[in-house]
Structures are given as C-alpha cells and as structure tokens.
C-alpha cells in the first residue's frame, strides 16, 4: 500500500469515528430503588432532575414505571453526540443545585438499591420519524428488547422494516421508536424498541390477532431470521405523570 493511499484510508476512518462521535445518541437507563423509595425518586424527577437535566443538554424522551413494579423507573434520554452525553453527566453531577437535591431527597434513607443501569442507543433507520401531532402518553407501553441469533440482525432489521411495522398498526398497536445499542457485543445482535397498546387486555388482542395473521406467518417464514437467540424481553410500562407529553415528538 502507498502512502497516499494509507493516509486517504486513515483520513477516512478518522471521518467515521468524529461522526460517530457527533452523530445523536439515545440512552436507556434504569433505575431500582430501595424498598419504599419509588416515590421519593419520582418526586427528584418532577421537581428537580428533569430541569437539571435541561440545564445541562439533556433532552427528555420519556419517563415509565414498569407495571406491578414498585421500586423501578425506566427512563430515555437524548444527547447531541456520544461525547456531548459525556460532558453533560460531567456538568450534571457537579452541579451544586444537584448535589444539594440529591443530598436533601435522601435525609430519610438512600433511593437507589444499586447503580443505575445504562444503554447507549442509536436509531434504526426505519425508526418512526418526528410528527407534528403528538402522541398521547396516556394508555400503556411496551419496552422490548430482541438478541438476534449470530449474523441475523440485518434480516430483522429488514423484516420490521419492510413488514412488521406495518402489521403492528393493522392490529393496533402503535410503534413509536426503535433502536440498536452503540455498543459492542450488544450492537452486533441486539434490537430495542417502544411500541403503545390503549390498554393490557387490548395489548393481549393485539399480540394474538398480530401471531394469526396470515401475512406475519409468510413474512416471518421467509425473513430468513429462524429463531431468536432467547424470547423477546417485554416490560408493560405506564407514563410517568412528568414524562414528556408526545414522546414521538422528540425522537428523531
């Protein structure tokens, strides 16, 4: 190899990782609190947190409690770029107002059972696209999470592009946004996504008119996926009442 060839290949790569380094990014955090304390944390959230978190460039997708659950939150957020997101938790925790709520909330106990849980995410690219009209948070989410099996990722990716999406909206149910970790090994295999059901009992309709579907069986049988390396993760979840009204709003 020449060197201006090693040099145009080094400018290259340099080029992809400055814009994976600015490129949007989403995460997933999850919090677990200690026995009692949900509500402690959710009041952090509404009074103080969500504004922090404006403050300092974070922007507020969503916020859920998963249902029958009592001690965790699960929460998306967005940032400008990966490094953006590393500055913003850099400036979020030194901020003196933050220290004083997050000393002040926990003078009768500690919140968090254990450190929160985070996923870096970026969108897939047949992720819903921003609307004008906003989506009510009212009704019940849905948080799934699929681990491909080796090599299958892109024909799923392929499958809920070009046939799953649509199914879901005929039987009801409502996609609002889908996305890959950034992060190996779970950006080799892994698809994470919200969709919205007016109800459990209609989620359940959904789910079972959706697997009868002629159509889905065809499309399934020939996506070339087979099986998924383990069953779908699936958390039923309820808006907080601080979470951002029309979450579709703000993803892009």
């Known amino acids: ?86 500055e913003s938790w850099k400036a979020f925790i030194a901020d003196p107002a933050w220290k004083k709520v997050s000393r002040e909330s926990q003078v009768d106990g500690q919140i968090l059972a254990k450190a929160p849980e985070s996923v870096y995410m970026e969108t897939t690219d047949y992720s819903p696209p921003t609307k004008s009209a906003s989506v009510d948070d009212s009704g019940l989410f849905e948080l799934r999470i699929y681990k491909a099996a080796e090599g299958k990722l892109g024909k799923l990716d392929a499958r809920f592009r070009d046939h799953t999406m649509r199914l879901f909206e005929k039987h009801g149910i409502s996609n609002v946004a889908y996305w890959h970790p950034t992060d190996e090994p779970n950006s080799k295999d892994h698809l994470i996504y919200i969709i919205k059901h007016e109800s459990r009992a209609a989620a359940k309709a959904s789910w079972q008119a959706f697997g009868a579907d002629p159509e889905w069986k065809k499309a399934a049988a020939a996506s070339g996926v087979g099986r998924l390396a383990k069953p779908p993760a699936s958390t039923y979840m309820k808006a907080t009442d601080y979470s951002p009204y029309g979450i579709r709003s703000a993803i892009k």
């Open 1 to 86: 190899m020449n060197r201006i060839a090693a040099t145009l290949i080094a400018s290259i790569g340099l080029s992809m990782l400055t814009t994976i380094a600015t490129a949007d990014v989403y995460e997933l955090r999850t919090y677990t609190t200690n026995v009692g304390k949900l509500d402690n944390l959710n009041a952090r959230f509404r009074d103080h947190t969500v504004a922090l978190f404006e403050k300092h460039g974070i922007q507020s997708i969503g916020y859920w409690v998963p249902v029958g659950k009592e001690n965790t939150l699960i929460y998306v957020i967005k940032h400008k770029s990966r490094d953006a997101a590393s």
